[in-house]
């Protein structure tokens, strides 16, 4: 039996445009999407969204929810309970857990995993080593969004540095590179040198200047010429440098066509800069480090101009008592999937962009980008994939409301002013104003 809810008196916002209408979903699909508020019909389910802007399910290119042989920071339950109470309905799960998914049967057990307590859809980047590309023609490329390469920096040794692997790597990959751009090299250096100078354990507000605007420029200056040189689909994370910026095209995404080279800026080097380590420490040190309030402004600006195609957090929890100490000993990583959201919305409300735009680059382009299968927009026939949020409704972010694993945020003791107020997961009204189904399971992503 038809299982039919009727979304009612919202304010749509979807392909560049932002309408009042109402949405139809039968089962698991969105059956029609309507520019009346209140359509005639029968329905088992009825949210009224009057005040409220319905987009489509955020999707988070880049994520760490640590599972497996890293739970006591995070699992995918927890993480994937996050993102459904903050709006984000797909995933991409990188490969740095322990085992590291640099095999295909370490890749089949995430997607295990996944299929008995993700909370959301997923899936899983497969990682790339010194010595795997052999691999690289076994891979299903309707199962997994692309390949993931520590180039010249990563935690759990998988750094890739050797030149004849790089090349290899560039040359035989069948679907998009995702690639960590830092030179250890220099961080090396850098970190020897604070050392000397500071101690073994460098103020934290030194982190920036170890894992240098240097040691990303020349990563992603090598990275760039290796794909122009095998005509590779690069796809660079977490960009964090006007430097940086500048060697990517100027690409107009008013109309968005997919690039051989794209970038993401993530959630956190968009909203905090440098000065933000005295009031917060190590619990905004992450790798590549948060610059300057210059460099943080010009990523801001490139979200208009085409330099910046997607959106993504790199959700990376820890333990706080891990987040101890300074540049040398405090872990990197932070939690941002819950908030994220609704952070990008407090840019939209600074004039940083559009809220047309937010939804180009937290929905539409990562499912253009990775070629996913009927997500990332409203469209008639496409999953129900569906976030709904409230603005003007101010609350504060408390421990309690926390839902990763390791109950701490950067943003705790925030006050928000969006509000995410529903979730649909393939139909499924999955959060409901605090209300969560802890028993629902999202599905595994489809590309290409």
Sequence with gaps: MTVKTLISHATIVNEGRTFEGSLIIED?????????????????????????????GIIDDHVH????????????????????????TSY?????????????????????????????????????TNGNANLFPLLDIHRIPGIKLFMGSSTGNMLVDKKAS??????????????????????????????????????IIHHPEI???????????????????HHARLHIA?????????LLKKVQCSKFKVQSITAEATVSHLYFCDDDYLALGALIKCNPAIKTKADRDALRNALNDGRIAVIGTDHAPHQLSDKQGGAAK?????????FSLVTMLELVD???????????????????????RERGFLRKGYKADITIVRPNTPWTVTEEMIQSKCKWSPMDGHTYHWQVQHTFCNGHHLYDQGVFDEHYHGEELSFR
Excluded: W
């Design 166 to 203: 790089l090349d290899e790597i560039f040359r035989t990959a069948p679907l998009p590179i995702m690639a960590h751009c830092e030179d250890t090299g220099i961080i090396n250096r850098n970190m020897t040198e604070a050392k000397a100078r500071y101690g073994e354990d460098p103020d």
């Design 238 to 246: 977490h960009l964090t440098t006007a430097k940086e910026l500048e």
């Design 65 to 88: 929810f640590r599972e497996p042989g890293l739970t006591q920071k995070a699992d995918i339950e927890s993480e994937s309970r996050a993102a459904a109470f903050g709006g984000v």
């Design 211 to 229: 894992r240098s605007e240097e040691a990303c420029y020349e990563s992603t200056r090598l990275a760039l010429e290796l794909a122009e040189k």
């Design 350 to 372: 600074a004039g940083v962009l559009t809220i047309e735009r937010l939804v180009e680059l937290m929905c539409h382009h990562p499912a253009q980008l990775f070629e996913i």
């Design 330 to 338: 405090a872990t990197s990583g932070m939690p941002m999937i819950q």
């Design 28 to 56: 698991d699909r969105i059956a029609d999407i309507l520019e009346i508020a209140t359509p005639q019909g029968q329905f088992d389910q009825t949210v009224d969204a009057t005040g409220c802007f319905v987009f489509p």
């Design 92 to 128: 991409f799960d990188m490969p740095n857990t322990i085992p590291q998914t640099t095999s295909l049967e370490t890749l089949e057990e995430k997607f295990l995993l996944a299929q008995k307590s993700s909370h959301v859809n997923y899936s899983f980047f497969f990682g790339a």
